[in-house]
């Protein structure tokens, strides 16, 4: 649907190391969306958000837009609406500042818009499903709050596995801290893979952090449908693995 698209990078890690060759890992895509706009696909089923990052970051997009299986984003002129059995995570970079080297990124701000909900590329505005908007945001600011999730992680080992991104960002909203600090590596390369590892202890920290621009609304009485989670703070940086990472006890 962009201009730029991901041909063949089925490893997001290696992505982020770097390994995107014209021809080979991206390639000119249709351009539908026109040249703002970056579209990614099976998104959080296949933890894609780490792949998308470094591509915006390399070619200069500042919004991205990573959809899920099951799930349409339809575009209205400037406005988005995501349908379907899942939802989309939108990547907004207007404001992000980027260190030279392996993906180095602060203040990405990280939004999930949920089967109902909008957002206008114009205005860079999200707009939630009206049932959840009718409920009210979950009142994580409030002194008190207490979390309604059964299971808190204090951390997540692979940040880019399936659906992680999204788990991550469930918690940020509604769990007990204000921040969830997530991992991204290859413990091992496959022998078969296309591309030697060209950093093999590289791996990357992601940090979601919920501030004074970040709003969140639960799903409690709707049938299928997920939270949804408007400008959460992003910071990506690069950090080095030991080799071997484990040992026996």
Same mark, same amino acid.
Request: proline fraction near 4%.
């Given at each position: ?9 089925? *490893?997001?890690?290696? &992505?982020?190391?770097? &390994? ?10 249709? #351009?539908? &969306?026109?040249?703002?706009? $970056? ?9 894609? /958000?780490?792949?998308?990052? !470094? ?45 030279? #080297?392996?993906? *180095? /990124? ?8 949920? *089967?109902?909900?909008?957002?206008? %590329? ?6 939630? %499903?009206?049932?959840?908007? !009718?409920?009210?945001? @979950? ?6 709050? &207490? ?9 997540? =080992? ?11 960002? =469930?918690?940020? /909203?509604?769990?007990?801290? +204000?921040? @969830?600090? #997530?991992?991204? $590596? ?9 591309? !030697? ?8 920290? $992601? ?10 609304? +639960? ?11 408007? +400008? ?18």
């Amino acid at each position: 649907m962009s201009s730029t698209m991901f041909r063949d990078a089925l *490893n997001p890690v290696q &992505v982020m190391k770097g &390994v995107m060759r014209d021809g080979k890992e991206i390639d000119r895509g249709l #351009g539908f &969306v026109g040249d703002q706009l $970056f579209i990614d696909q099976h998104f959080l089923k296949r933890g894609r /958000v780490g792949r998308m990052l !470094a591509l915006m970051l390399a070619k200069g997009y500042k919004v991205g837009l990573g959809v899920d299986e099951n799930t349409a984003a339809i575009i209205h002129g400037s406005e988005i609406e995501i349908v379907g059995g899942s939802g989309a995570l939108l990547l907004d970079l207007r404001q992000a500042t980027q260190e030279a #080297g392996p993906v *180095n /990124v602060r203040n990405v701000r990280i939004s999930y818009l949920d *089967n109902g909900d909008r957002y206008d %590329l114009a205005k860079l505005k999200g707009q939630v %499903l009206a049932a959840k908007q !009718a409920r009210g945001e @979950i009142k994580f600011r409030q002194p008190g709050f &207490v979390s309604d999730l059964e299971y808190i992680r204090p951390a997540y =080992t692979d940040i880019l596995g399936e659906n992680t991104i999204l788990r991550a960002l =469930t918690q940020l /909203v509604d769990g007990p801290r +204000d921040h @969830i600090r #997530g991992l991204a $590596f290859d413990l091992e390369q496959l022998p078969d893979a296309p591309v !030697a590892d060209p950093a093999p202890e590289l791996g990357f920290e $992601f940090m979601l952090r919920r501030d004074e621009r970040t709003h969140g609304w +639960d799903n409690e009485g709707l049938d299928n449908n997920d939270y949804s989670i408007f +400008d959460a703070r992003l910071d990506v940086r690069p950090v080095r693995l030991k080799t071997p990472f484990y040992q026996a006890w």
